[in-house]
T-cell receptor, first 115, second 117 residues
Framework: DTAVSQTPKYLVTQMGNDKSIKCEQN?????MYWYKQDSKKFLKIMFS???????INETVPNRFSPKSPDKAHLNLHINSLELGDSAVYFC??????????????FGPGTRLTVL | AQKVTQAQTEISVVEKEDVTLDCVYE???????LFWYKQPPSGELVFLIR??????QNEISGRYSWNFQKSTSSFNFTITASQVVDSAVYFC??????????????FGTGTQLKVEL
């Protein structure tokens, strides 16, 4: 039983294309996130949704648009892909219980390669 | 602003050696949480431990132990009798409360641990 799943696992595309990455969690969590891990392994938060409402929007180009159709899903759409968008994108979710103390559960990651 | 520093970029040890991964953090919050995550070569992020700012008790879990010292803003991680399977990138992270009910994790840059035979 996968707690946080992402599709696709690998995505190779040309510059200028539009692509989406899907994320689903079956943990009943309220909050979901998108992180970007660059080639140097640096992990940085991009977005967070709580109960389908956007609560964190870091300095991310507006070519990136998250969409949360329901609490269990948080998708990431990227327009006009650029070479610098190549990275591993992680989805994560967190339960409400201990507030900021709850750990985030991460998906397996989507490796995006822009050619 | 929150900041997490993992000064050790890469550490190489021989199996069975003990190794300590350093983590130093900065925050203005009085209530915060610290985390360690492991990222093995397969790429997933695995939660290891959580510690809140009011609990300075050290924790031991098998070969893993954590030393939280508020006075030095450090949350170090020690692996005793390291094994090849411990080879991974280890991330320290700091949690801050965000308006709206979520939290935001600020990650350190990670320490690549290589355990060789």
């Amino acid at each position: 039983d996968t707690a946080v799943s992402q599709t696709p696992k690998y995505l190779v595309t040309q510059m200028g294309n539009d692509k989406s990455i899907k994320c689903e969690q079956n943990l009943g969590h309220d909050t979901m996130y998108w992180y970007k891990q660059d080639s140097k392994k640096f992990l940085k938060i991009m977005f967070s949704y709580n109960n389908k409402e956007l609560i964190i929007n870091e300095t991310v180009p507006n070519r990136f648009s998250p969409k949360s159709p329901d609490k269990a899903h948080l998708n990431l759409h990227i327009n006009s892909l650029e070479l610098g968008d190549s990275a591993v994108y992680f989805c994560a979710s967190k339960g409400r219980g201990q507030g900021i103390g709850n750990e985030q559960f991460f998906g397996p990651g989507t490796r995006l390669t822009v050619l | 602003a929150q900041k997490v520093t993992q000064a050790q970029t890469e550490i190489s040890v021989v199996e069975k050696e003990d190794v300590t991964l350093d983590c130093v953090y900065e925050t203005r919050d009085t209530t915060y949480y610290l985390f360690w995550y492991k990222q093995p070569p397969s790429g997933e992020l695995v939660f290891l431990i959580r510690r809140n700012s009011f609990d300075e008790q050290n924790e031991i879990s098998g070969r893993y132990s954590w030393n939280f010292q508020k006075s030095t803003s450090s949350f170090n991680f020690t692996i005793t009798a390291s094994q090849v399977v411990d080879s991974a990138v280890y991330f320290c992270a700091l949690s801050e409360l965000i308006t709206g009910g979520g939290n935001k994790l600020t990650f350190g840059t990670g320490t690549q641990l290589k355990v060789e035979l």
